[in-house]
């Protein structure tokens, strides 16, 4: 079992950065696939961007695509979100997951495909 706590999130203006942090507890980090999701107040939640297990196979969603980018460093248990050229749209909610099962790559887009979740954190951008 693993427990994930984010971090990082915040108020910023539009066009600006910020980086989210996502340190999971518990062993065998790196045989998790790791993604972020998003939830908006209205809205359901929705898929950012996941990482497998090695890190070098990353995906994300057409919104965020060029925007963000999404690491792991499975030294520190910890998985990274960056976004910059941050827009009004994209306040909401930020949510870490985790999955120890193995699935297609795609699949990972699919809350469903996760069994682990942390509390999320607030991301707001100002226009």
């Known amino acids: 079992q693993v427990q994930l706590v984010e971090s990082g999130g915040g108020l910023v203006q539009a066009g600006d950065s910020l980086r989210l942090s996502c340190a999971a507890s518990g062993r065998a980090f790196s045989r998790y696939a790791m993604g972020w999701f998003r939830q908006a107040p209205g809205k359901e939640r929705e898929f950012v961007a996941s990482?497998?297990?090695?890190?070098?196979?990353?995906y994300y969603a057409d919104s965020v695509k060029g925007r963000f980018t999404i690491a792991r460093d499975n030294a520190k248990n910890t998985v990274y979100l960056q976004m910059n050229s941050l827009k009004p749209e994209d306040t909401a909610v930020y949510y870490c997951?985790?999955?120890?099962?193995?699935?297609?790559?795609?699949?990972?887009?699919?809350?469903?495909?996760?069994?682990?979740w942390g509390q999320g954190t607030q991301v707001t951008v100002s226009s």
């Open positions: 990482i497998l297990w090695s890190g070098g196979s990353t």
């Open positions: 997951a985790a999955s120890n099962k193995y699935y297609s790559a795609s699949y990972y887009r699919a809350s469903a495909a996760y069994d682990y």
